[in-house]
């Protein structure tokens, strides 16, 4: 549609990251974590407009500038031969900053009460965590039960223009999940 082009610039992103790697107890428990902190200049975004014909789209723009910082921490064990169990934990602290380019292009920084607007896209808090064990089978190979856990809290889209109080946002999310392998 010829009303709905809109052309969006580059995205520059800065990031630093620090962390380690750890394995102990005879390379059976192994623990990763690390922080990030990231710069983003012209931080490129979904949005959803409405065109003078009236027809809804979605297009492509850079939001304004924002700071991401977070951190992530693994950690895998094998207590005892042939069970594994695993586990992660992520948190992402986003902020659009409230400048020229984010006050062009209507993006929500700020909700009416004040309270910074969550990232579009992206949960806050993510968590997995899974165990197998191993039976072996003899000249039948193995075979290995496994069950998973994983969560996401709310993520959040931003429908309109200029509704930025009205956040659209789906509960926290959960999947559980069994396998059998052999």
């Not at 910082?69 to 902020?95: C, M, T």
């Amino acid at each position: 549609n010829a009303l709905q082009p809109v052309p969006f610039g580059p995205e520059d992103v800065t990031s630093y990251e620090v962390g380690f790697k750890s394995e102990w107890l005879e390379h059976r428990v192994r623990l990763h974590a690390d922080v990030v902190y990231m710069l983003d200049d012209g931080q490129q975004n979904f949005k959803t407009d409405v065109d003078s014909s009236g027809a809804t789209w979605f297009h492509e723009l850079n939001a304004g500038n924002s700071v991401n910082d977070g951190f992530e921490v693994e950690l895998s064990a094998r207590p005892i031969d042939n069970l594994q169990i695993d586990s992660s934990l992520g948190y992402l602290h986003y902020r659009l900053k409230t400048d020229a380019q984010s006050d062009t292009t209507l993006i929500c920084t700020h909700f009416s009460d004040g309270s910074l607007c969550p990232q579009t896209r992206a949960p806050k808090w993510t968590f997995s965590a899974g165990a197998q064990y191993r039976f072996e089978t003899g000249t039948w190979g193995s075979i290995t039960p496994r069950l998973d856990v994983q969560a996401i809290s709310r993520v959040y889209y931003i429908p309109l223009i200029g509704s930025c109080s009205a956040a659209v946002a789906p509960g926290a999310c959960s999947v559980r999940r069994a396998s059998l392998g052999w």
